[in-house]
């Protein structure tokens, strides 16, 4: 049985991409590392999946910061690993009170490098056992669209104010991770490369050269999908038919990412599922950055 790791899936998109998934394909096992696991065995979500699914699950006690709880999730997952799944994300304060002190000051996370810094552990763990494995396991990132000069210039002007302005620590980490993932591909010319530059990266998150101290070429460009979401909701899925997909970046019309405004996370996980289950009309994404929107 197929194996599908999970990092950062409590809820949002990646518990989406995990529950559809698991109920679209039976012969999957699914194992999420999370904080308190018991906070999702309680929550409504979790309850309303199916037996099956449930016995197919396993929730893993782990913080991606903690490089013994990433080996650990790699040791239980074994060698039928196929996929990780990172979407660890930021989660805005609740209240109006803290939002609109968080919104004035651009959204701080602590600490600065959240999602960064648990994508190098995860890399560096992954390294280390990476040619034990027959299968390579492929990668699926959730970042966010408009990640860089380039693509940041190809967004809605609106969306390009909002993420400068509003968005702008989360977002400063999420550059952070993209090139993290980008110093980590073997060289190839065949796939797009969009990655944000280098010298985009905060000093207030990382710096260029401490991500190469710890970060070698090692996977292979067709073997990742950087999933670039634009605004996320929380509405409820509209399905395939309803959002759009662009390779984000290129600067050609059909990835202007004109009208592309907003997504809700159910779709974004619908859409990961789709690539994770095999379904013939988007494993063309592997390799890419793709946007998605309605």
């Given at each position: 049985?197929?194996?599908?790791?999970?990092?950062?899936?409590?809820?949002?998109?990646?518990?989406?991409?995990?529950?559809?998934?698991?109920a679209?394909?039976?012969?999957?096992?699914?194992?999420?590392?999370?904080?308190?696991?018991?906070?999702?065995?309680?929550?409504?979500?979790?309850?309303?999946?199916?037996?099956?699914?449930k016995?197919?699950?396993?929730?893993?006690?782990?913080?991606?910061?903690?490089?013994?709880?990433?080996?650990?999730?790699?040791?239980?997952?074994?060698?039928?690993l196929?996929?990780?799944?990172?979407?660890?994300g930021?989660?805005?304060?609740?209240?109006?009170?803290?939002?609109?002190?968080a919104?004035?000051?651009?959204f701080?996370?602590?600490p600065?490098?959240?999602?960064?810094?648990?994508?190098?552990?995860?890399?560096?763990?992954?390294?280390?056992?990476?040619?034990?494995?027959?299968?390579?396991?492929?990668?699926?990132?959730?970042?966010?669209?408009?990640?860089?000069?380039?693509?940041?210039?190809?967004?809605?002007?609106?969306?390009?104010?909002?993420?400068?302005?509003?968005?702008?620590h989360?977002?400063?980490?999420?550059?952070?991770?993209?090139?993290?993932?980008?110093?980590?591909?073997?060289?190839?010319?065949s796939?797009?490369h969009?990655?944000?530059?280098?010298?985009?990266?905060?000093?207030?998150?990382?710096?260029?050269?401490?991500?190469?101290?710890?970060?070698?070429?090692?996977i292979?460009?067709?073997?990742?999908?950087?999933?670039?979401?634009?605004?996320?909701?929380?509405?409820?899925?509209?399905?395939?038919?309803?959002?759009?997909?662009?390779?984000?970046g290129?600067?050609?019309?059909?990835?202007?990412?004109?009208?592309?405004?907003?997504?809700?996370?159910?779709?974004?996980?619908?859409?990961?599922?789709?690539?994770?289950?095999?379904?013939?009309?988007?494993?063309?994404?592997?390799?890419?950055?793709?946007?998605?929107?309605?």
């Amino acid at each position: 049985m197929s194996t599908v790791a999970y990092i950062g899936a409590s809820r949002g998109v990646g518990f989406a991409a995990y529950a559809d998934l698991a109920a679209a394909r039976h012969n999957i096992r699914s194992v999420l590392m999370l904080r308190r696991p018991d906070v999702l065995k309680d929550s409504p979500s979790y309850l309303s999946l199916d037996a099956t699914i449930k016995e197919r699950t396993t929730l893993l006690m782990g913080d991606a910061h903690n490089s013994d709880s990433v080996k650990g999730l790699l040791d239980e997952c074994g060698p039928d690993l196929k996929v990780i799944v990172f979407s660890i994300g930021f989660t805005p304060p609740s209240g109006f009170l803290a939002a609109t002190k968080a919104i004035a000051k651009g959204f701080p996370i602590d600490p600065p490098d959240l999602c960064s810094r648990g994508f190098i552990i995860l890399l560096q763990a992954l390294q280390q056992r990476h040619d034990s494995y027959a299968s390579k396991p492929k990668i699926v990132l959730v970042s966010s669209m408009g990640m860089g000069k380039v693509a940041h210039g190809t967004i809605p002007f609106a969306l390009r104010l909002l993420y400068t302005t509003v968005l702008e620590h989360p977002h400063a980490d999420k550059i952070a991770m993209e090139v993290t993932l980008s110093k980590a591909l073997l060289p190839s010319s065949s796939y797009p490369h969009f990655f944000p530059s280098p010298s985009e990266i905060s000093p207030m998150v990382t710096t260029a050269g401490d991500i190469d101290a710890v970060i070698s070429p090692f996977i292979a460009p067709q073997d990742v999908c950087v999933v670039r979401p634009a605004l996320l909701t929380d509405d409820a899925a509209k399905g395939k038919e309803k959002y759009r997909i662009i390779q984000e970046g290129t600067g050609r019309e059909e990835s202007s990412g004109k009208g592309m405004y907003s997504i809700s996370r159910k779709d974004v996980g619908g859409f990961i599922a789709r690539l994770l289950g095999g379904d013939d009309d988007v494993q063309k994404w592997w390799g890419c950055q793709p946007v998605l929107a309605y």
